[in-house]
């Protein structure tokens, strides 16, 4: 299955991608992973994005376009995957259909922005591998420690309050259009995101119609 999941900043993308991940066997595709991996390494493409993400705005299109392409053409996108993060403007989804990869099923989840705010400041990610984690709703093992690769969990530098209102703005100004978008094409599914991660975990199988 080509998947696309989509949702406000901390509306649980990253979770729901690696549930499905393993439930599928296919890779998500993080765009936001990716390019905090670009800034960590330095390079060119990290430096031109480091400004945009810590501002909480969106990378240029061409940039982010060209390497969801490249990403795709690797042999493990073959059997299918999961972007998580991507398409976020509609001249990206619009890169995206005419670039010829055929998506199955778009998936949105939604979840108030209300939500989202309280959310965002409990998140924690793996500074290694970029899994995710919550100190309230999603805890590792060990307080502040991986479970997958035993790497140290820290907090998003674009997670601090005045960035998440921005995020927040630039999704529904330039990302939430492309649910209409999708909608037109018959791909868009829509999964409640704001309960128990359980609770939406049943709610995103049932939206894909997979057995829950
Ligand atoms: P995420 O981890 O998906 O929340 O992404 C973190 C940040 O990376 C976003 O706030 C954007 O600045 C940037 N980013 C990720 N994906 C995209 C995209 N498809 N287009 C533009 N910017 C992106």
């Known amino acids: 299955m080509n998947l696309v999941l989509m949702g406000p900043p901390g509306a649980g ?14 890779n998500t595709i993080s765009t ?5 991996t670009a800034i960590k390494e330095q390079s060119e493409i990290g430096k031109i994005a480091e400004k945009y993400i810590n501002d909480g705005k969106l990378v240029p299109d061409d940039v982010i376009v060209s390497i969801v392409k490249e990403r795709l053409q690797k042999p493990d996108c073959a059997k299918g995957f999961i972007l998580d993060g991507f398409p976020r403007t509609t001249a990206q989804a619009e890169a995206l259909t005419e670039s010829g990869v055929k998506i199955d099923k778009v998936l949105s989840l ?4 209300e939500a989202i705010i309280e959310r965002l400041s409990s998140r924690r990610e793996c500074s ?4 995710p984690y919550n100190i ?4 590792p093992e060990t307080e502040g420690i991986c479970d997958k690769c035993k790497g140290e969990l820290i907090q998003r530098a674009d997670d601090v309050p005045e960035t998440i209102k921005n995020r927040l ?6 990302t939430e259009p492309i649910k209409a978008y999708y909608e037109k094409l018959g791909l868009l599914v829509t999964a409640k ?6 609770d939406t975990t049943s709610n995103v199988a049932k939206a894909l119609g997979l057995e829950v």
């Open 13 to 26: 993308k990253g979770t729901q991608g690696e549930i499905l991940s393993k439930r599928l066997d296919i």
């Open 32 to 36: 936001g992973v990716m390019l905090r």
């Open 110 to 113: 939604e979840v108030a922005d």
């Open 128 to 131: 290694k591998c970029g899994a």
């Open 136 to 139: 309230i709703s999603n805890k």
């Open 169 to 174: 703005n630039v999704y529904h100004e330039q």
């Open 193 to 198: 995101g704001e309960d128990k991660l359980e």
